[in-house]
């Protein structure tokens, strides 16, 4: 079966580092999401992407959050200053096509740890 | 915007069933069924539509009542394989998936 890579599979970094989580989504794949899980709690949605734009985002998502798809394969997100609370196991999802009986697909997360 | 998972947790010795529930405050495209053990990704189980459908996986199947907006997913005769956190998925028109907050699953020996 296709799969969801993803990069690092743990990252260490310094409270007000920038980090980048690295995503390749399934290749005929339109939607794609950030989702981030919090050890041993809900899997909570960040944002979801279609079409070179954010169509979603949630509160979680600020200022400090980015996400981009620089090269047509790679899906990125970035936190511009990490926060303690930014530590998490972050989850990068794709799918054919919304709300059309689709699964997601996740990838195996990237935990990060912020210090 | 998420959905409301019942129970938060539950132990079972093999062979004994579960049920999961599942609700939304909102009207429902569809549901999913996701399992995820420990440090895992989650994974796929079953989606269900509008329209009450049931369905099926060996001994896993699931419901959807439109008009309730509930779900639930029924595991029967449990196996050690099926511990882990149960997630269900919901979509409305104006949402992407959302997810409970899981219900732990242990079967004991």
């Known amino acids: 079966e296709p799969e969801v890579t993803q990069t690092p599979s743990h990252q260490v970094t310094q409270m007000g580092q920038e980090v980048i989580l690295r995503c390749v989504p399934i290749?005929?794949?339109?939607?794609f999401y950030w989702y981030r899980q919090i050890l041993g709690q809900k899997v909570e949605f960040l944002v979801s992407f279609y079409n070179n734009e954010i169509s979603e985002k949630s509160e979680i998502f600020d200022d400090q959050f980015s996400v981009e798809r620089p090269d047509g394969s790679n899906f990125t997100l970035k936190i511009r200053s990490t926060k303690l609370e930014d530590s998490a196991m972050y989850f990068c999802?794709?799918?054919?096509?919304?709300?059309?009986?689709?699964?997601?697909?996740f990838g195996s997360g990237t935990q990060l740890s912020v210090l | 915007q998420q959905p409301v998972q019942s129970p938060q947790a539950v132990i079972l010795r093999e062979g004994e069933d579960a049920v999961i529930n599942c609700s939304s405050s909102k009207a429902l495209y569809s549901v999913h069924w996701y399992r995820q053990k420990h440090g895992e990704a989650p994974v796929f189980l079953m989606i269900?539509?509008?329209?009450?459908e049931q369905k099926g996986h060996e001994k896993i199947s699931a419901s959807f009542n439109e008009k309730k907006q509930q779900s639930s997913l029924y595991l029967t005769a449990s196996q050690l394989s099926y511990s882990g956190t149960y997630f269900c998925g919901t979509e409305n028109n104006n949402n992407d998936m959302r997810f409970g907050a899981g219900t732990r699953l242990t079967v004991k020996p």
């Open positions: 290749s005929n794949h339109l939607y």
């Open positions: 269900l539509l509008k329209g009450g």
């Open positions: 999802a794709s799918t054919s096509r919304r709300g059309q009986n689709e699964k997601l697909f």
